[in-house]
């Protein structure tokens, strides 16, 4: 079993910049796992935002160029997603998520993919 706990939510100004940090504990690291972050506003599915599994990386285009993820070099049992040039579009409960590494890309962005969830944090860009 994973645990996962989001922080570094907050509410910001539109060009601001955020970082997020998934903590994943209950296994050895998350070195293992696929780490991807997701984004859900009221009335709406869960998006797909980013992905890291392994060392292959995968951005959904509406973040491109502005949000990227890393692993830290120390603790690898946390995540962070950096949010450059903040949009007010960019609002919503933000999610980590966690599973086995994916065998395969086609995966990546379907929220049924990933087995492990973190309880969500909030990110307001006000404009």
């Known amino acids: 079993q994973v645990q996962l706990v989001e922080s570094g939510g907050a509410l910001v100004q539109a060009g601001d910049s955020l970082r997020l940090s998934c903590a994943a504990s209950?296994?050895?690291?998350?070195?293992?796992?696929?780490v991807g972050w997701f984004r859900q506003t009221p009335g709406k599915e869960r998006e797909f935002v980013i992905v890291?599994?392994?060392?292959?990386?995968?951005t959904v285009d509406s973040v491109k160029g502005r949000f990227t993820i890393s692993r830290d070099n120390v603790n690898k049992n946390t995540v962070y997603l950096q949010m450059n040039s903040l949009k007010p579009e960019d609002t919503a409960v933000y999610y980590c998520a966690a599973t086995p590494l994916f065998s395969s890309s086609y995966a990546y962005t379907r929220p049924t993919s990933y087995e492990y969830w973190g309880q969500g944090t909030q990110v307001t860009v006000s404009s």
């Open positions: 209950g296994r050895t690291g998350s070195y293992d796992l696929a």
């Open positions: 890291l599994n392994w060392n292959d990386r995968y």
